[in-house]
């Protein structure tokens, strides 16, 4: 039988057409009001994921329909004993018949009266409004945001009161790296969110944070994809969404190493990509040090304790020498007294400070043992190389250089060139920065997105850090802040259970097999998990809380590029300083000596 069109595995129009039912209920299976099985007739089949309806009558004349997904497919032979009996068959030696029996999981029976199908009873694939009846679409209302196709080539909605904080938030998206495509299914979530309508008026002002850690890859949000063919327009199509880049995209990158301009060191992107780095001052002021030790530290290590002492000690002492962020601390022995302008000279002083035995009381309290000290200058030493080009007031101040969302729509910071301590630095600070400046706000709205690759890195269930803590904290109060965190890992099971628990949307997709059978995918049901571990990219399994099985969806080919081969027109917004007009302006007026 040709395949019908418009469906890219052939079911949507043989569904529509007809509405001839696709099987019975069978009696040798018994049927339950949560599950029940359907003999798929001859002339028909169902596949995993198809969504099915079937009605019965009760005694007073009402009728209840039953609805639910295939969660499983059995094909066998009906009169066979032996596996080499199929030869027999195949001959006509042996009388036996094909049965195919599928098994549904029930998601929703309208009224509420939970009793099971009968035997017999015809069921139809849900189409239409049944469709949108069985999988809870027709009680979304204006909160449905699309994120792809199902198998029957039909739209897949989310529900965006579990995200925004109405009825739940929080995102989290597992897989194997460079197969499950996370951070792909993350971005197109973030396009279907800012241009499906659910965020109507205020859509403009919503800001998401996105941090890449993996290459170049999400610095091109705002430039077309050239790989975009017709096909995968005509998917967007489907979702009621624009085929388009994202539109107003700042990039920030850290300085290049040893470069007196304080260059971003990036490679492939030249358009709206500024610098970022703290100064000295910026250190002190607002207490960053706490961040230097971000990497999971055992809590009962005693050099802990002097972490917050020498952090308030440069807060209460520091000043600002000159517009350059450099500073001097007061208080300090006398070789210790000139202007303080690099990371290292920071560093040096508080080790001769605290190697004193005189001095050492002015920055640590009571009784601090030797050991504890060597510790802390030990690791805080060996943070002045991943460091030094972060924090630094040896760069004239450029007055861009300051890590912020309000420049642009979707902010992204680029961390792949940073070394791991590096990278858990500016993650600390910038989500601390964000997270305080919506606590100030006040309001929920407009939403902040935070997008976060490698979640156990930075969260891990063992161990504590600072950034595991704010992490803690805008999964558990950050929905009603407005903060919505977009989470992705290899590893769900090595997440913080805390920061898990709390998302109510969790999508899966290519999972390693050992993964899959951890408890954290307890959500997928055992045919899911095992599709999970041979899912194609582009597949992603999602869970929300107002359906009850999961649903296996294909998102579209990204709009725009991910990565520099696949630029094509930009559409970006690039708000850094104009060229002069004359690029020899300010010179001096001598001639030139030729």
Not at 411 to 418: E, K, M, P
Request: proline fraction near 7%.
């Amino acid at each position: 039988m040709p395949e019908p069109n418009g469906s890219p595995n052939g079911v949507t129009e043989l569904a529509v057409a007809g509405q001839r039912p696709v099987g019975l209920v069978v009696g040798t299976v018994a049927a339950s009001p949560l599950e029940f099985s359907v003999g798929v007739a001859a002339d028909q089949y169902l596949q995993l994921d198809d969504v099915v309806v079937t009605r019965r009558k009760l005694p007073d004349g009402s009728e209840v329909q039953i609805a639910g997904v295939v969660t499983n497919i059995e094909a066998g032979h009906e009169g066979a004993r032996f596996a080499s009996d199929v030869f027999l068959i195949k001959d006509g030696a042996l009388p036996a018949e094909v049965s195919e029996v599928a098994e549904v999981t029930v998601t929703r029976v309208e009224p509420e009266v939970y009793v099971p199908p009968r035997p017999g009873s015809e069921v139809n694939r849900a189409v239409g409004e049944e469709r949108d009846s069985a999988l809870y679409f027709d009680t979304m209302a204006d909160a449905k945001v699309p994120v792809g196709l199902g198998r029957d080539g039909q739209p897949v909605f989310l529900n965006f009161d579990f995200v925004d904080g109405t009825r739940g938030g929080h995102v989290s998206i597992s897989g194997v790296s460079g197969i499950a495509t996370k951070t792909s299914f993350a971005t197109f979530l973030l396009h279907s969110i800012f241009n499906s309508g659910v965020l109507a008026g205020e859509a403009h002002n919503t800001k998401a944070l996105i941090f890449s850690v993996k290459g170049e890859d999400l610095l091109f949000l705002d430039y077309d994809n050239s790989r975009l063919r017709d096909e995968f327009r005509a998917k967007y199509g489907l979702l009621g969404l624009p085929a388009t880049s994202f539109r107003n995209v700042q990039v920030f990158a850290p300085p290049r190493p040893g470069d007196p301009n304080g260059t971003p060191d990036v490679r492939a992107r030249d358009r709206a990509v500024s610098p970022f780095y703290w100064t000295l001052a910026e250190f002190c002021e607002q207490e960053l040090m706490p961040f230097v030790f971000a990497d999971g530290e055992d809590e009962r290590a005693q050099y802990t304790m002097l972490i917050g002492q020498v952090a308030a000690r440069l807060k209460r002492d520091y000043q600002k020498v000159g517009a350059d962020g450099a500073i001097s601390v007061s208080g300090v022995d006398t070789r210790n007294g000139g202007p303080v302008r690099t990371f290292d000279q920071l560093v040096a002083l508080i080790e001769d400070e605290l190697l004193d035995d005189e001095l050492r009381r002015d920055w640590v309290a009571g009784s601090t043992s030797m050991g504890s000290v060597n510790a802390f200058l030990r690791r805080l030493r060996s943070a002045v190389k991943p460091l030094e080009r972060l924090i630094r007031a040896d760069l004239k101040d450029r007055g861009d250089r300051s890590l912020t969302t309000s420049k642009a729509q979707v902010t992204v910071i680029d961390l792949h060139n940073l070394p791991d301590r590096a990278q858990r630095f500016v993650v600390g600070v910038s989500l601390r920065q964000e997270f305080r400046r919506k606590e100030e706000q006040g309001t929920a709205r407009p939403l902040m997105f935070i997008v976060l690759d490698e979640l156990n890195k930075y969260a891990p269930r063992d161990g504590d850090s600072p950034i595991k803590q704010i992490l803690l904290d805008v999964a558990e109060r950050g929905r009603s802040l407005g903060v919505i965190l977009i989470g992705a890992q290899q590893t769900a099971s090595e997440v913080e259970r805390r920061i898990v628990a709390n998302c109510s949307i969790r999508v899966a997709g290519r999972l390693d097999p050992a993964e899959a059978s951890r408890p954290e995918y307890g959500y997928l049901p055992a045919a899911q998990r095992q599709r999970a571990t041979i899912a194609k990219p582009g597949t992603m399994f999602v869970s929300q809380p107002d359906i009850p099985v999961p649903l296996a969806i294909e998102f579209p080919f990204p709009a725009w590029a991910t990565r520099s081969s696949e630029k094509g027109t930009w559409h970006g917004v690039d708000d850094g300083p104009a060229p002069p007009a004359d690029p020899f302006a300010g010179l001096d007026d001598d001639p030139p000596p030729f």
